[in-house]
């Protein structure tokens, strides 16, 4: 921002004008990514995991034997590739809490749409084992991150071995890396591969000693206005974790106390039947369980458990048993991968 501009609310004045938007929309969440701390300003809180990864180096490139050779070839995506690609996709989005819903129309505009200079773009790849059938598809930037060709998403048809495609995928890195660099001014030489699939994915447990450098993750800001708004809608969803647990068919009350304010959840017989504000009083710790601020979107994203919470906050507590049961039941440690639209 020109320094003439600074201090005078227009960041603020924005983002008044988004969340309006959004809450004309009926939309329950919001979600941003960017600098350490900023988007605190606007009632965000760094609640879900964003990018990381796994990497490896020269020496963890599996080389094929002298009388050995590729058992798949791998092109770039068509269009007529879309309708796979949703499948693989969908199927991964299952291992993910949050996700971001890509129709046709989306990724269309992911192969067609994007300018060249989009930073965001990602060139989209399709895994044929030798009959020419498709096994598997990744999306990987058009460009080389310095000494290393990286993967931002990537998934394997169900039935199919992790551990008989990655090698193939991986070496193509290797050759992908020498394709951008003849184009960049200044290249340096490829000596790493990279997986940035967030926290968790099934190619980090295939190969593990072949990506030993773990890349942590960031976070994804989000914003929850109004949360028992957002607890009623996903209300089925915490009802099914209640019938799975050691506790189905629970009945009774919880008070959550964020100290200037709070919820009361009241389940009946493993229904939520009731969400709504709550007042803590006399004193703002009254309550069944405390998170101070905004953390307990932590905890309700998935972002971090209960345990990680109280460890972090020591004014982030709990009274009895059957809340620490309760809310671990209701709000389990989940990692997300969220691939956005851009």
Known sequence: THPDYRKRGLVRAQFEVVH???????????????IPYYYRL????????LDGGRAGYLPHVPRLKDDEKESYTIRLAELGDIPFMMELYELGTKRSLLACVRDEAVWRYEMEGKSAANVNRQELFIVDDLAGQP?????????VWGEMQVVQFYEVKSGVSWSAVTPAVIRFLEKLHAEHSAEEEKAKPFSAFGFWLGEDHPVYHVIPSRLPFTRKSYAWYLRVPDLPAFLRRIASVL?????ASYIPGYSGELKLTFYNS??????????LSTVEPYKPTPAGHEGDAAFPGLTFLQLLFGYRSLDELRAAFP???????????????LFP???SHIWPVS
Not at 42 to 49: I, L, Q, R, T, V
Not at 135 to 143: D, K, R, S, V
Not at 316 to 325: A, I
């Open 20 to 34: 309006q938007w959004s809450a004309e929309r009926g939309e329950l969440l919001q979600a941003i990514t960017g």
């Open 262 to 271: 709070g919820l009361r959840l009241v389940f009946e017989k493993g229904c």
């Open 239 to 243: 009802e099914q974790r209640l019938e």
């Open 135 to 143: 096994q598997a598809f990744f999306g990987a930037p058009p460009f």
């Open 315 to 329: 004014d982030c507590y709990l009274r009895m048993d059957e809340v620490y049961v309760l809310l671990n039941t």
């Open 42 to 49: 606007f009632g965000y809180e760094m609640a879900g995991n």
């Open 333 to 335: 440690r989940q990692p």
